[in-house]
């Protein structure tokens, strides 16, 4: 049986036991300010080699100032998290916030866990008074895809930072008023 609960500092650490592997057979890329979708097959292990630490510092970073941190648990394993950060970013004319981690453990996906916790951080995000979730997504379809089918939408302008930090992403935006 599943456990959902609001993470703390210490649950960080687990976050990179959370199994992100897939086989993926399409990508997207930003082409003239619309999305193209390219046949690419990649085999996913899991993390790659010390971005689940580098993660971890920034997630650290994030709840010490006030971000928003929930997970489901599997007898003590945590199998899927979302977390969404406190700090405003002003894009698309809107107050955003950003999610800033979301997934769910291979063997727990097609449950609707992934579902769930997108709902939940929307309803985290309009809490802390944001008017929209800034999405950074992995360009993976399937990604892509779960995000757009949740009502998310491409950003024409995405942020010049985050923009930065993850050039290849596709960059989302889910309003929220």
């Given at each position: 049986m599943l456990h959902p609960r609001l993470l703390v500092e210490a649950d960080i650490a687990l976050l990179k036991l959370i199994?992100?592997?897939?086989?993926?057979?399409?990508?997207y890329r930003v082409q003239e300010g619309r999305l193209l979708r390219y046949?690419?097959?990649?085999?996913?292990?899991?993390?790659?080699?010390?971005?689940a630490e580098h993660d971890a510092l920034?997630?650290?970073?994030?709840?010490?100032?006030?971000?928003?941190?929930y997970g489901f648990f599997d007898e003590g394993a945590l199998v899927a998290a979302a977390v969404v950060d406190?700090?405003?970013?002003e894009c698309a004319g809107l107050d955003l916030r950003q999610l800033k981690f979301l997934h769910v453990s291979q063997a727990y996906r097609g449950q609707g866990l992934g579902r769930q916790l997108f709902a939940l951080a929307r309803e985290q995000a309009l809490a802390m008074g944001a008017?929209?979730?800034?999405?950074?997504?992995?360009?993976?379809?399937?990604?892509?895809?779960f995000y757009l089918g949740l009502g998310s939408e491409l950003l024409a302008t995405p942020d010049p930072q985050l923009l930065a930090l993850e050039p290849e992403d596709i960059h989302l935006c889910l309003r929220l008023v």
């Open positions: 199994d992100r592997a897939e086989i993926i057979d399409a990508f046949a690419q097959h990649e085999v996913v292990l899991g993390w790659p080699a010390g971005e920034i997630l650290q970073q994030c709840y010490r100032r006030g971000g928003w941190l406190c700090l405003p970013i008017q929209g979730l800034y999405v950074s997504a992995t360009p993976s379809q399937h990604t892509v895809d």
